[in-house]
């Protein structure tokens, strides 16, 4: 007999961040991360895991207390399924609960989680296969002043980097010279990308664009809208990445026939969770675009879902991932993947491979049986 759902908890989690704040675009910042664990218990007695973590409320259409408030919401409707029959659990979430992708994206991962252990499997197994060893990482620089962020690369390459994500959409002057001061601090094989976080307007991103032309850069989500991006896309030799705009299949066809993209960034919780963004990963892959695998942010749990993704998707197609659990001062789960000098590799037991810390997780604020 198939396993089935019996309960469903939350628990809530800060995460402060080790270089004490993260800054991007139109003067947003984050100092502590608010993140929500679920358990999600079988009758076999098998439970699984899952995290989600938006960057803050103004970044995506996400914000911490809705994930808590959309779990409630979701989790009468999943007792008494089948977690290990992911398509019929998706669904059921989506009739439940119309939109709030990230809502559903940590139950999605628990049910992962439950599928690898019943079948001995770790997820990189069940998501396609293992590649390699370990996969190398970015580093996202946060928003400062120029000669901040160009002194930052040094360090960053110290500890195993070698591509480098600079947190722009401020001022254009400004940019451009963020941009500048630290491509003069690159070697010969390190990868320089703006991310701009949707911070620019049309003209702002034209402008940026046109004043790096001599300069090796790709171009991260440079506006809000598809449309503007599309726009700076087509004014622009320079490789092209969206992130935000992103959310769905229908937006990566859009964009692949439009030509609008050379790599997707690809966030876990921003699609819903590891079913429908190894569905994305799959076309992309077959398609010819590459992509960055990880998520908005996230703690152990996170890193560990991320890791699965990256570690089972083709090399010559991964262009980076990250390791969240790195950013922040505290470990929620023991077995999550460790950074090693800018690479990472998935678990190979059973599920995510991780087992959570209950002396910091506590009791859960959300129990549904």
Known sequence: MPPKITKVEAFKVDLPLREGVYKWSRGNSVKVFDSTVVAVHTDAGV???????????AYLAAYANGVRTGIA???????GLDPTALSVVNDCMDDSLRGHPYVKSALDIACW??????????????????????????RAISQESPEEMAAKVSAYR????????LKVGGAPDTDICRITKVAER????????????????????????????????????????????????????????????VDSMTMVVEGIADQA???????????????????????????????TIEDSWGGDIVTAAIAHLAHSTT????????????????????????????????SELPGLGIEPRWDVLGHPVLSIS
């Not at 499997?121 to 970015?138: D, E, K, Q, T, W």
């Not at 110290?158 to 994500?165: D, N, S």
């Not at 034209?206 to 004043?211: G, K, L, S």
């Open 47 to 57: 439970t699984g895991y899952g995290e989600v973590c938006p960057l803050g409320p």
């Open 73 to 79: 919401e979701l989790a009468p409707s999943l007792i």
């Open 113 to 138: 989680d439950i599928l690898g252990k019943v079948s001995n499997l770790p997820l990189a197994a069940l998501l396609g296969g293992r590649y390699g060893v370990s996969f190398p990482l970015y």
């Open 158 to 165: 110290a500890e195993g980097y070698t591509k480098f994500q």
């Open 186 to 245: 690159l070697q010969t094989g390190d990868v320089l990308v703006a991310d701009a976080n949707a911070g620019w307007s049309q003209h702002q991103a034209m402008r940026v664009a046109d004043a790096l032309r001599d300069i090796d850069v790709y171009i991260e989500q440079p506006c809000i809208s598809y449309r503007e991006c599309l726009a700076v896309r087509r004014n622009t030799h320079k490789p092209f990445i969206l992130d935000e705009v």
């Open 261 to 291: 993209m050379d790599v997707v960034n690809l966030k876990i919780s921003k699609v819903g969770g590891l079913t429908k963004a190894r569905k994305i990963r799959d076309l992309c892959v077959s398609l010819g675009i590459a992509l």
């Open 315 to 346: 090399p010559g197609y991964l262009f980076s991932s990250t390791d969240f659990n790195s950013y922040v001062t505290v470990s929620i789960a023991d077995g999550a993947p460790q950074r090693n000098h800018g690479w990472l590799a998935a």
